[in-house]
T-cell receptor, first 113, second 111 residues
Framework: DARVTQTPRHKVTEMGQEVTMRCQPI?????VFWYRQTMMQGLELLAY????????DSGMPKDRFSAEMPDATLATLKIQPSEPRDSAVYFC???????????FGEGSRLTVL | GESVGLHLPTLSVQEGDNSIINCAYS??????FIWYKQESGKGPQFIID?????DKRQGQRVTVLLNKTVKHLSLQIAATQPGDSAVYFC??????????FGTGTSLTVIP
């Protein structure tokens, strides 16, 4: 049963600390997306990769957020330094390029104190 | 980014009734649309999709209608069941393959 896997599922940290969230996309999917979900903003697109290359990260605060795909099986989203306003659920999704829907992971719930 | 909006943030329906959830999108170039269902503590799950060259698509108990003239999308759920209670999102895909989501409609099914 192919699925997108995200770790950690929950993270509580203090302001100023570095946070790294990881995602394993479904094997064979060549597009990966990072979304942030809050009650006020819904699902915000943070970053989009195709064949491991970042195509769009305009939704991401550049000064503290960074997203990478070190290889085809791993996508990372890093926040340094973290702030309380970063508290949200972060979702990773993968899909085949131009060929259908996105498959979502279960999310990483981040709380920054 | 794109603007995908939902007309109603909450919807309550009686079990067995039909539900209609609406969505407005802003990019006339969007070529693919999806409805997702999200249950508490889980990631969004695919329900049904429709391409821009269609105006209606049916699945099991669900129907999606697309009106490109007014840039409107709707999800119809027939014979709504308690298990349908969740937040429903519409998403649009632009030609650049970016997916944008609305803020969601919370559906509550009253037994």
């Amino acid at each position: 049963d192919a699925r997108v896997t995200q770790t950690p599922r929950h993270k509580v940290t203090e302001m100023g600390q570095e946070v790294t969230m990881r995602c394993q996309p479904i094997l064979g999917h060549n597009t990966v997306f990072w979304y942030r979900q809050t009650m006020m903003q819904g699902l915000e697109l943070l970053a989009y990769f195709r064949n491991r290359a970042p195509l769009d990260d305009s939704g991401m605060p550049k000064d503290r957020f960074s997203a990478e795909m070190p290889d085809a099986t791993l996508a990372t989203l890093k926040i340094q330094p973290s702030e309380p306003r970063d508290s949200a659920v972060y979702f990773c999704a993968s899909g085949p390029y131009l060929a259908g829907e996105l498959f979502f992971g279960e999310g990483s719930r981040l709380t920054v104190l | 980014g794109e603007s995908v909006g939902l007309h109603l943030p909450t919807l309550s329906v009686q079990e067995g009734d039909n539900s209609i959830i609406n969505c407005a999108y802003s990019n006339s170039a969007s070529d693919y649309f999806i409805w997702y269902k999200q249950e508490s503590g889980k990631g969004p799950q695919f329900i049904i999709d429709i391409r821009s060259n269609m105006d209606k698509r049916q699945g099991q108990r669900v129907t999606v209608l697309l009106n490109k003239t007014v840039k409107h999308l709707s999800l119809q759920i027939a014979a709504t069941q308690p298990g349908d209670s969740a937040v429903y999102f519409c998403a649009e895909k632009n030609p650049g393959n970016q997916f944008y989501f609305g803020t969601g409609t919370s559906l509550t099914v009253i037994p």
